[in-house]
Each structure stands twice: as structure tokens, then as C-alpha cells.
């Protein structure tokens, strides 16, 4: 019997991928990844919450890993808020896909249908539950959210750190259960 409440278990089960010749493959943790969700995971045992900056390499599945994890908490627990900040439209769109394609795959029953499925939200009003993706440039961006989960991903290459600082970065309070992770690649 699958732990539903277990990443680790419901991702190789539950989530599809797209491999590097665009087939659809079981979600099965890489070594980077693997890495990644063990620290994580001690952090949150730890300390009640995550607050994480990971400089990554390329094409280590790291976002990939990031969006399945805040996907799979917002489908298991109720009233999450999931925010996803890239640095770039194209980069948006292609984390998003990822997000949808676990959403669109899941065997029927396993979720309720989003209330709201667009170009930028997966809305789930039975749990009260959703996942955002927004792209770095506005200054006002996120300012009237309140989030559990926030993704910023490829933060190095962001031009308006300071305004992200004060903003989206603010819609995560302090407390248990929150995560905020910050991943890049190296600019320079």
C-alpha cells in the first residue's frame, strides 16, 4: 500500500515526467534529487519549516523535483498556497507544464478536478489548496498573496532582488510548515 503523504512513494507512483526524449516516465528520484529531499526533509524535522538556497547544476532535475514536492503538498495538504517565481516567461510556462502534466496524469480519483486550470493557477477549492507560477520583473508581484510554499527558482538571474525581497518573499510567514527555496544555477 502507497503513503500517499509520502513524496518519496507517491511521486514513482503518481507523477509522470517528461525523460530527456520527451517520453513520459514514473517520477523516480535521481541522486541530485534524492539529495536535495534528505536535506530538506532533516530541515523540516529540525526545524519545523524550510528555508533553503541550493546552487545547482544543470539539468539535475532540481526544479523538476521542487514542483512535484509543492505540487504533492498542496494536493495532500489542505489550505496550501504554493508560489513558483522564475526568472524568465519561457522558464514560467516550461515549470508550469511540469506541474499540469503531474495534474493532467493522476489516475482519476486521486485529486479533485481544479477548479481553476490556466495559463498561471491550478486551483483546488475542495482543499482549498492551489499552485501559482509568476515570472520576476513586476515590483508588485504576489503582494496581496498569503503562501506556504515558495519556489524562486533560477534567483541569480532575477534584476530586481530587493523588490522580490520586500514583496512575494514577504507572503511567507514564519511558522511551521512554510517553505521557501530559493535554487540557481551560477551567474558569472
Known sequence: MINIY?????????????????????????RAQKHVHARLEEQLLLLGYVRA?????????ISTYISGRF???????PGTQAFILTHMGDATRSLFAMTKRYNHNLPAGLAPK??????NQLLFNKLNSGYRVGTAGSKEIGRSMTNQLMHL???AFYDNHIE???GIEQTVADIAG???????????
Open 114 to 119: 481544479p477548479d481553476k486550470d490556466n495559463e
Open 71 to 77: 505540487f504533492h503538498k498542496s494536493l495532500t495538504i
Open 164 to 166: 522580490i525581497k520586500r
Open 6 to 30: 509520502d513524496l518519496e512513494e507517491f511521486a514513482p507512483s503518481f507523477f509522470k515526467i517528461a525523460d530527456k526524449s520527451g517520453n513520459l516516465t514514473a517520477f523516480e528520484f535521481n
Open 153 to 155: 527558482s533560477e534567483y
Open 53 to 61: 538556497n541550493i546552487l545547482k547544476g544543470r539539468q539535475q532535475g
Open 178 to 188: 512554510t517553505e521557501k527555496i530559493k535554487e540557481s544555477t551560477a551567474n558569472g
